[in-house]
C-alpha cells in the first residue's frame, strides 16, 4: 500500500461527525414562536397568536417528517412518528398553542440527544504517522533512501538510532539490535535481537544502527497488518440504536391504536388528537438523553472522557472486560525491584555505582536505577569515559574505577569464587522467578552486585478490580504480548477470570471478537497495539494520561488521568445513568398513558393535555439530573490533612525500599556461615530498623491510622494492618536479641544461623506485604 493509498484509506474512516445545526435552528424557531405567540395572546390579538403557534408547529413538521424517514430507512419505528402524528393532529384540529409546546419539546429533545450522540471516529492518524516514510537501501553501489514500497523481499536495509523498522526482517551482521516493541507489544523494556533473529516493522530501534534483510514488503508487514485490523474493526462497530427506539418499537403501536380506538369510538378527532399530545413521547425524547449527558457530565469531572451516548450506555451494559497488562494493570515503566551484592559490598553501594554511571544513559532501565537512587538520597559520582554498547551496556570510570553496568554474560554464571558464583545464581533464580530484568554492575572487572528492575502493579489495580466486578462486571481478562510465567502470576495476583499471553494485535483482535459473541465486551489499553482491539470491543478505553495517541483515538472512551481506578468510577456512572434513563423513560410513559385514557374519555383537551405533559416532562427531567451525582462514592474521601499524610508515607516507602533490600541481603549472608561478612550485613540491617523502618512503622499507627479511621469507617478498618506492626517490631527486636548474644560471644554461633535467618527472610516477607497492602488499601485512596 503506497502513503496515498494508506492516507486516502484513512481518511474514509476518519473526521469526528460535526454535530447539526438543525436542531438548534429548530428550537430556536419553536422557542421563539411559543414566547412570541403567548405575549400576543396576554396582548389580546388572539388571531396573531395562533398564527405565530401555527407557524412554530408548521416548523417541526419538516424536520420531524425527515427524522421518521431516516428511521425507517434504518428499518426502525422511531418516536418521532407519534410527535409528527401530533403536529400534524394539532393543526388539523386549530389546537395551534398544543401544537406550539409539542414542536417545542420535539426540539428541545432532539437538541439535547445530538449532544450526547456524537459518534466517535475512530481516527487513526496517529497509526500513520508512526509508520515509516522511507527506508535506506544497501547496496554495491551505497546507500540509497527509497520508498517503503519499492522495498522487495531479500533486501539488505539500514536502521539508524531512532527510526522506526520499515518492513519485517531478519537482523544481518554482527551488532545486536536494541528495540523499542512497545508499539506492537505494549512492553516498556529493551528487547534484544541478535543475527537471524526476526523483527517485526513498526518497531523503534533504541540501541545502534544495524542491518536488516527485508523478509515481507510493505504491504504484508507486521504495522501495515495493524492498520489494516483498526481500520477493518472499526468498520464493524455498529451505531447504538437509540434507548428511546427501543422503548418505542412498542409504544408507538400502543398510542396510535388507543387513538385509532378513540376516534372510531367517539366519532370526535380531538380527541384522537388529545391522546397524541398526551401520548407526545417527550420523557423518551428528554429523559434518556438527559440521563445520558448527566452521566457523561459527572464522568468527565473524574476524568472520563466519554465520546458520545452509545458508549456510556453500553458501557452500563457490559458484562465482560478485557485488559492490556503494560500501562494499564501495571505502571508502564520498570522500577528497580532489588539489589543483590557480591560478598562484602553493600546493595547501597551496588545501586550508587551503577546508577552514577548510568546518568548519562537514555536506556528505560538505565533511567530507574538513577531515580530510584536520587528517592534514596544517594551521592552519585560523575563518570568519566562513557560508553555504551548497544544491547550489552555501559562502560565508565567511576570515582577512578573501571564500573561496567547492563548485560554481562559471564555474570549470571559467576567467575572467580565459589561463593561469587552462589550470589550470581541466586540473583539469576530470583530473576526468573520474578520475571525481572537484571543489570548486572562489574568493578575493575570482577561482577560485584546486580540490580533487578521489574514492571509492578498500579497500587490502583486490586481495588479497581474489586469494584468492576460489584458494578456487574462477571468476567476479567488479561490480553498481554508478555511471557506467559509474569503475565499469569499477576492474573493470579489480581484474581482474573483469564490470561492471555503472546499476543500480538491480531490475537488482541481474536479474543474481543471471541467475547463479543457472549456479552457486551469493554477492552482497556494503552498503546498503539491495543488499538485494533479497542475498536473492534463494543466499548474501547484508553489509557490516554500516558498513552499512545493512537489508542486514545481509537477508544470510546478516554481516561485522562493515570489512575485505572476512574475505570470502576466510570462502569459504576455508566449502570446508574442507564438505569435512571430507563426509569425516568418508563415512568413517564406510565403517567402518559394514564392521561392517555383520561384523554380518551374527553377529560383533557389537546392544550391541557400539552400542558399536563409539559408537567410530567419536568418530573422525568428532574429525575434524569440525578445522574449527575453518585449514590456512594467509589472510595472514601479523605480529609485534606489525611491526603497529605498518605503523600508523606507513600514517598517514605519509595525511600525504604533499600532497608528491605538490606534485610534480605543479610539474610542471604547467613547462608555462607556465621562470618564477619554475614555479622556485619546483619549489624547494618537492625541499623537501618532501628534508625528508619521502625520510627515509620510508629508514626504510621499513630499519625496515619487514626486520620484514615473517619474515612474507613472507625478504627477496626485498620486494626489488621496495626497487627502487622506489631509483628514487625517483634521480629526486630529479635534480632536485636540475635546481636546482642554475638556480642556477648564474640561472633554469630552456627546454633542461632537457623533462627536468625528466619528472623530477616519472615520479617522481609511480612515488610513486602505490609507495604502492599498499605498502598492498595489506603495509599489508592489519595488523588
Not at 122 to 144: C, K
Not at 483 to 503: C, K, T
Request: net charge negative; charged share 20%; proline share 4%.
Amino acid at each position: 500500500m503506497n502513503r496515498s493509498a494508506f492516507a486516502s484509506q484513512l481518511r474514509s474512516v476518519t473526521g469526528a461527525l460535526a454535530p447539526s445545526r438543525l436542531e438548534s435552528a429548530l428550537l430556536a424557531v419553536t422557542a421563539t414562536s411559543l414566547i412570541t405567540g403567548g405575549a400576543a395572546w396576554l396582548a389580546g390579538d388572539h388571531g396573531l397568536a395562533d398564527l405565530l403557534w401555527g407557524l412554530g408547529t408548521l416548523s417541526a413538521v419538516p424536520p420531524a417528517v425527515g427524522w421518521v424517514v431516516a428511521a425507517l430507512r434504518h428499518g426502525r419505528t422511531g418516536v418521532d412518528l407519534i410527535a409528527v402524528l401530533a403536529l400534524g393532529g394539532t393543526l388539523a384540529v386549530h389546537a395551534y398553542l398544543a401544537g406550539a409546546l409539542i414542536a417545542l419539546m420535539l426540539a428541545t429533545g432532539r437538541t439535547l440527544e445530538a449532544a450526547a450522540q456524537r459518534r466517535a471516529s475512530h481516527d487513526l492518524r496517529a497509526l500513520l504517522e508512526h509508520a515509516p516514510r522511507s527506508a535506506r537501501r544497501r547496496t554495491a553501489g551505497g546507500v540509497a533512501t527509497i520508498a517503503l514500497a519499492d522495498i522487495a523481499v531479500g533486501d539488505l536495509l539500514v536502521v539508524s538510532p531512532g527510526e522506526v523498522v520499515p518492513v519485517d526482517g531478519r537482523v544481518e551482521g554482527d551488532a545486536v539490535a536494541g528495540l523499542d516493541e512497545s508499539a506492537l507489544t505494549g512492553e516498556s523494556l529493551i528487547v534484544e535481537r541478535a543475527a537471524g533473529e526476526p523483527v517485526r516493522s513498526g518497531v523503534v530501534n533504541a540501541g545502534g544502527a544495524f542491518e536488516l534483510r527485508a523478509t515481507a514488503t510493505e504491504r504484508d508487514s507486521t504495522y501495515a497488518g495493524i492498520v489494516r485490523l483498526a481500520r477493518q474493526a472499526g468498520a464493524e462497530s455498529a451505531p447504538v440504536v437509540r434507548l428511546a427506539d427501543r422503548c418505542a418499537a412498542w409504544f408507538v403501536p400502543l398510542t396510535l391504536a388507543v387513538a385509532g380506538l378513540t376516534w372510531l369510538l367517539s366519532g370526535s378527532a380531538v380527541r384522537a388528537v388529545a391522546v397524541l399530545v398526551v401520548a407526545t413521547p417527550c420523557p423518551l425524547l428528554l429523559a434518556a438523553p438527559v440521563a445520558i449527558v448527566s452521566g457523561i457530565s459527572r464522568a468527565s469531572r473524574l476524568g472520563v472522557v466519554m465520546r458520545d451516548g452509545g458508549a456510556l450506555e453500553n458501557l452500563g451494559r457490559a458484562r465482560t472486560l478485557l485488559l492490556d497488562k503494560t500501562g494499564t494493570l501495571t505502571r508502564g515503566r520498570p522500577r528497580v525491584l532489588d539489589v543483590a551484592g557480591a560478598p562484602g559490598w553493600q546493595p547501597s553501594e551496588v545501586l550508587r555505582l551503577a546508577a552514577s554511571l548510568d546518568q548519562y544513559s537514555p536506556h528505560v532501565l538505565a533511567e530507574a536505577i538513577v531515580d530510584t537512587a536520587r528517592r534514596r538520597k544517594l551521592e552519585l559520582s560523575l563518570p568519566s569515559h562513557v560508553t555504551e554498547e548497544p544491547g550489552r551496556g555501559a562502560s565508565g570510570t567511576v570515582d577512578g574505577r573501571r564500573v561496567s553496568v547492563g548485560r554481562f554474560g559471564g555474570c549470571g554464571a559467576g567467575s572467580g569464587s565459589g561463593a561469587r558464583q552462589a550470589w550470581a545464581r541466586a540473583a539469576d533464580n530470583r530473576a526468573l522467578l520474578d520475571g525481572a530484568a537484571v543489570a548486572w554492575l562489574t568493578v575493575d572487572g570482577s561482577p560485584v552486585g546486580a540490580v533487578l528492575l521489574r514492571d509492578p502493579l498500579r497500587h490502583d489495580a486490586p481495588r479497581t478490580l474489586r469494584h468492576l466486578r460489584a458494578a456487574g462486571i462477571e468476567r476479567l481478562l488479561m490480553l498481554t504480548g508478555d511471557r506467559p510465567e509474569p503475565a499469569h502470576e499477576v492474573g493470579a495476583v489480581l484474581g482474573l477470570d483469564d490470561v492471555r499471553a503472546g499476543l500480538d494485535p491480531a490475537g488482541k483482535v481474536a479474543v474481543v471478537r471471541a467475547e463479543r459473541e457472549r456479552a457486551v465486551t469493554v477492552m482497556v489499553g494503552d498503546g498503539v497495539n491495543d488499538a485494533p482491539a479497542l475498536a473492534a470491543a463494543d466499548v474501547g478505553v484508553a489509557m490516554g494520561a500516558r498513552g499512545s495517541t493512537a489508542a486514545s483515538q481509537a477508544a470510546d472512551i478516554v481516561l485522562t488521568t493515570d489512575r485505572v481506578d476512574r475505570l470502576a468510577d466510570a462502569v459504576l456512572i455508566a449502570v446508574r445513568a442507564r438505569r435512571i434513563a430507563v426509569q425516568s423513560a418508563l415512568g413517564g410513559m406510565a403517567m402518559s398513558l394514564a392521561a392517555m385514557g383520561a384523554a380518551a374519555f374527553g377529560l383533557l383537551p389537546p392544550a391541557a393535555g400539552a400542558v399536563l405533559q409539559e408537567a410530567i416532562d419536568v418530573a422525568v427531567i428532574l429525575n434524569a439530573l440525578r445522574a449527575l451525582r453518585v449514590d456512594q462514592a467509589m472510595r472514601p474521601a479523605l480529609t485534606p490533612a489525611a491526603e497529605a499524610l498518605v503523600h508523606r508515607f507513600a514517598a517514605e516507602h519509595d525511600d525504604l525500599q533499600d532497608v528491605l533490600e538490606a534485610v534480605h541481603s543479610a539474610a542471604d549472608r547467613l547462608s555462607d556461615g556465621p562470618g564477619p561478612h554475614a555479622l556485619a550485613a546483619v549489624e547494618e540491617a537492625h541499623r537501618l530498623l532501628t534508625e528508619r523502618l521502625l520510627p515509620h512503622e510508629y508514626a504510621e499507627e499513630h499519625e496515619l491510622y487514626p486520620a484514615l479511621a473517619a474515612a474507613l469507617g472507625g478504627p477496626e478498618a485498620t486494626a489488621t494492618m496495626s497487627r502487622a506492626h506489631t509483628e514487625i517490631e517483634r521480629l526486630s527486636r529479635r534480632i536485636a536479641t540475635h546481636l546482642e548474644l554475638a556480642r556477648d560471644d564474640g561472633a554469630l554461633s552456627a546454633g542461632q544461623l537457623d533462627d536468625l535467618r528466619s528472623c530477616l527472610y519472615g520479617l522481609h516477607t511480612v515488610l513486602r506485604l505490609h507495604f502492599t497492602q498499605e498502598e492498595e488499601s489506603y495509599f489508592s485512596l489519595a488523588q
